[in-house]
């Protein structure tokens, strides 16, 4: 099955997320009390399928990468649910949440920043499996670090190095590696490839594809580069100033956008083509504050179609076409 194409939901949602919100207060004044709040996510929903990659893509600043921390428990919700497997994240215990890490696992966007300076590859790769205990012994450790590390297309002798010896597209595959040692489930991506080359990011892209026909790895791919997410996503949720604003197959999105806001990013999407032009869509003015953001529909302020209905009635997430649904009260 390739990217693009959608999960037929054959089985129970691997992981469900309901009226998800994080509010950031904001303090001030003398006695550093709560003044305001910056609204990073205001009510996302979602379901997964086993083996499904979702994209989740927008403008800097527009909850994606909040959203992805707050399903792991990274970050604490203000309100919302997340259900993996059926089991309520915001209700375990520390000690079953450790349990659960096992199961999801993330990749963070800078390669450098999330490796430790001062640990050989081997002690980084393998730092979860001593941690929960998953192998007998450092010569158990050492041979799962060697599997993990080919299964990422590094040497062994890569083992006794630092993180500074590598290229960034190294150093992403040997977070690849620390991430899959727990034989997760669902892999939060952040911004995974942004950091790399044009070229590595190809190379990692294509390493994520494999790895997920291979271990039937659930991802949410964040990222704000369209056209990788086209190229990995099965599915793919735009968000626009902490809201999913449509979601769709991958496939049925970049035909045919439903969402103004969608059909503005996609407009903005090179074409390697140069006999082909499309119009490009300018939407007029800036992104609204996240600490007051518009009455009704986010988007209302920049949006050509906006009409007075959008200015008061916020717009559910409903289904125009099958799978496909958009947050519009005048979608295309």
């Known amino acids: 099955m390739s990217a693009g194409t959608e999960v037929s939901p054959v089985s129970a949602p691997l992981l469900q997320v309901k009226g998800l919100k994080k509010h950031f207060p904001i303090r001030g004044g003398l006695l550093r009390r709560v003044v305001d709040h910056v609204h ?30 707050c399903v792991l428990r990274l970050i604490e919700p203000t309100a919302g649910q997340v259900l993996f497997e059926g089991r309520d994240v915001g209700a375990m215990t520390p000690q079953q949440l450790r349990g659960m890490t096992r199961d999801m696992q993330i990749i963070f966007q800078d390669p450098f920043a999330s490796l430790n300076p001062r640990m050989t590859v081997a002690a980084i790769v393998g730092e979860g499996l001593v941690i929960h205990q998953l192998a007998k012994g450092p010569r158990e450790i050492e041979d799962r670090v060697v599997q993990l590390l080919q299964t990422v297309g590094l040497s062994p002798d890569h083992m006794r190095r630092f993180p500074h010896e590598f290229s960034g597209g190294q150093r992403q595959r040997i977070g690849i590696a620390r991430a899959l040692a727990l034989n997760p489930k669902l892999l939060v991506c952040d911004e995974a490839v942004s950091a790399l080359d044009v070229s590595i990011q190809a190379q990692v892209i294509n390493l994520l594809e494999d790895l997920r026909e291979q271990f039937n790895l659930s991802y949410i791919f964040i990222a704000h580069d369209l056209s990788v997410v086209e190229h990995i996503s099965h599915r793919v949720a735009v968000m626009y100033l902490g809201r999913i604003v449509e979601l769709a197959p991958s496939r ?18 090179p074409i390697p083509d140069p006999t082909v032009k499309r119009p490009r869509i300018v939407l007029e003015g800036d992104v609204p504050s996240p600490i007051h953001p518009p009455s009704g529909c986010h988007f209302h302020p920049r949006c050509p179609r906006a009409q007075a209905q959008c200015r008061t009635e916020a717009p559910v997430l409903r289904e125009l076409a099958p799978g496909h649904r958009a947050a519009c009260h005048f979608p295309n």
């Open 40 to 69: 990073a996510v205001d009510g996302v929903s979602f379901d997964m399928q086993p083996g499904e990659t979702l994209g989740l893509v927008g403008e800097s600043g527009c909850g994606k990468s909040t959203t992805g921390r």
């Open 252 to 269: 049925a999105l970049y035909a045919s956008p439903r969402h103004p806001y969608t059909e503005a990013l996609l407009s903005a999407v």
